[in-house]
């Protein structure tokens, strides 16, 4: 089956340590994009991906940062920079026509 | 003016009820328009492309006003299923930017009441 897998689905850190959200996609899209999404708020653009090796910071980029070393993944690591790291972050392709595809997204908290 | 705006709501309907959303859009050049719906704590999942001549898919209703820069979703008989934050997506060539071309509103809540 084709799709975006995020793992895990919900993800513990302490304050001041790194963390890594993965992002696996077999659909053969060549776009990958980062959202954090807050409680009662729409989706943020932290970081996209258009071509492998190549990627571009959106509009909430700050304290994150993310590689595309393989068309199929696009890894996110949140860093102790991030003031306020505790979101849904959700994970997306887009095939260059039509709609955006969405991976089931993960729940990171940090206390 | 924002690049895509919707009101927020909530929407809160009885069942049965017709409901209609509006999605305004600042960039006239955009050329694909969506809505997704999004269930509490999941992921967004497409609804329904919006065309230029309006679609029907059921009881949901999208329609695009390229001259006022908007596009609508109405559903009708709404049932408690339909409860839900439903988000409109522009995409378009020019935007530039630090996005791409995909803008997202921020969403419509919806909840369906028995």
């Known amino acids: 089956d084709g799709g975006i897998t995020q793992s895990p689905k919900y993800l513990f850190r302490k304050e001041g340590q790194n963390v890594t959200l993965s992002c696996e996609q077999n659909?053969?899209?060549?776009?990958m994009y980062w959202y954090r999404q807050d409680p009662g708020q729409g989706l943020r653009l932290i970081y996209y991906?258009?071509?492998?090796?190549?990627?571009q910071k959106g509009d909430i980029a700050e304290g994150y940062s993310v590689s595309r070393e393989k068309k199929e993944s696009f890894p996110l690591t949140v860093t102790s920079a991030q003031k306020n790291p505790t979101a849904f972050y959700l994970c997306?392709?887009?095939?260059?026509?039509?709609?955006?595809?969405f991976g089931p997204g993960t729940r990171l908290t940090v206390t | 003016r924002k690049e895509v705006e919707q009101d927020p709501g909530p929407f809160n309907v009885p069942e049965g009820a017709t409901v209609a959303f509006n999605c305004t859009y600042s960039?006239?050049?955009?050329?694909?328009f969506f809505w997704y719906r999004q269930d509490c704590r999941k992921e967004p999942k497409l609804l329904m492309s919006?065309?230029?001549s309006g679609n029907e898919d059921g009881r949901f209703t999208a329609q695009l006003n390229r001259a006022s820069q908007y596009i609508s979703l109405l559903i009708r008989d709404s049932k408690l299923s339909d409860s839900a934050t439903y988000l409109c997506?522009?995409?378009?060539?020019?935007?530039?930017?630090?996005?791409?071309?995909?803008?997202f509103g921020k969403g419509t809540k919806l909840s369906v009441k028995p």
């Open positions: 997306a392709t887009y095939p260059g026509v039509g709609e955006q595809y």
């Open positions: 659909l053969n899209h060549d776009a």
């Open positions: 991906s258009q071509i492998v090796n190549d990627f």
């Open positions: 960039n006239s050049a955009s050329q694909s």
């Open positions: 919006v065309y230029s």
């Open positions: 997506v522009v995409i378009g060539r020019s935007y530039g930017g630090s996005q791409g071309n995909l803008i």
